[in-house]
């Protein structure tokens, strides 16, 4: 008889994983939640028709074993990228001010015809990206080593 693995089994690791379905996604969604990132590292590249942010992540995967053992929690910075992008819209985001930082709520996708769809990205403050893709296709890699958060905490979440 065998068993399932664990996920304390694993090793400790950089993030590198990608969504092409909705379940896909709600995985990302749930690892970027309360991300923090400012203005000035949001960035779309019309010709290769990518969007990305390079985020400060809390590492929600980490959380347990920082509580088991008593240390501080840790945030790593990570990219997270949507491809086939045709439209960036946003809403409560003011670009001029690349010191704003934001913080993400949320990661859904509204399908449409034969694929296509809208990425919405909701921030806290009422703030919201929508990007049109001809696809679903969301990245999310880490690219540091983790950190100790700033504020040594868990973010906190309305009940």
Avoid: C
Avoid at 1 to 9: G, H, I, K, L, N
Avoid at 10 to 26: C, I, N, S, V
Avoid at 74 to 98: F, H, I, N, P
């Amino acid at each position: 008889m065998s068993e399932d693995a664990r996920f304390e089994d694993g090793r400790e690791a950089p993030l590198r994983l990608k969504a092409l379905d909705t379940e896909d996604l709600a995985v990302i969604a749930a690892l970027v939640q309360d991300a923090v990132f400012p203005a000035a590292e949001m960035n779309w590249d019309r010709k290769a028709r990518r969007f990305a942010i390079l985020l400060n992540r809390f590492r929600w995967e980490d959380a347990p074993k920082a509580e088991k053992r008593r240390r501080s929690y840790e945030r790593v910075q990570a990219v997270l990228a949507v491809e086939d992008v045709l439209k960036v819209q946003t809403q409560g985001v003011d670009k001029a001010d690349a010191d704003m930082v934001y913080s993400l709520l949320a990661i859904a996708f509204l399908p449409g015809e034969d694929g296509t769809g809208r990425v919405e990205l909701t921030l806290a403050g009422d703030g919201a990206i929508a990007l049109e893709v001809e696809a679903l296709e969301v990245l999310l890699r880490d690219v540091t080593r983790p950190y100790v958060a700033p504020s040594k905490k868990a973010p906190s979440h309305p009940e």
